[in-house]
């Protein structure tokens, strides 16, 4: 079972419908109800669509998650992610409200949000890229850096080489 769901809401809606998916879910609740100290994260990405009647049904689906792993909210550890959400500290008292209804957690919790704000790059204008850097990436060893859970040592060679290729 996961104990990190990277999801949006149709797939999780697939996923909690689908017999296929059954097990993942029972094994998620077995594990959660193993120890208190088991959470689930799952990470929504572009929470600012989930506004007005599709907030309401994707609020209404994350409940049925938690109806279907049997616990409480507070078990579950919500990381809404958006590019899209606003500045400053009205954004934020918005950002704030807006997670607790989605999510359903409760201002009595003793679980809170937290606003983590990026800061946008700045990227230098650029061109084409020149005959030393496509003879760099065309020879880069994309191969051996998808191993890197089974020999770092060649994986990170592999990124070497291509930084010192790219200069």
Known sequence: ?????????????????RP????????????????????????????????????????????????????PRERVRFILTSASLGQGAEA????????????????????????VTGTREQRLPGGAPGSAQITALGNFDLAAFEQFAIDPDVARQAVADLASGLG
């Open 92 to 115: 934020e008292r918005a950002i704030d409200e807006f997670a607790h209804s989605l999510t359903g957690l409760s201002r009595q919790s003793s679980r809170s949000f937290a606003v």
């Open 1 to 17: 079972c996961p104990d990190i769901l990277i999801t949006n809401y149709s797939m999780l809606e697939y996923m909690l419908m």
């Open 20 to 71: 296929i998916e059954r097990s993942i879910f029972q094994q998620t609740r077995e594990w959660l109800q193993s120890d208190s100290a088991n959470e689930l994260v799952l990470v929504l990405d572009e929470a600012h669509m989930y506004r007005g009647a599709g907030g309401a049904e994707v609020a209404l689906l994350l409940r049925r998650l938690l109806a279907r792993l049997e616990v």
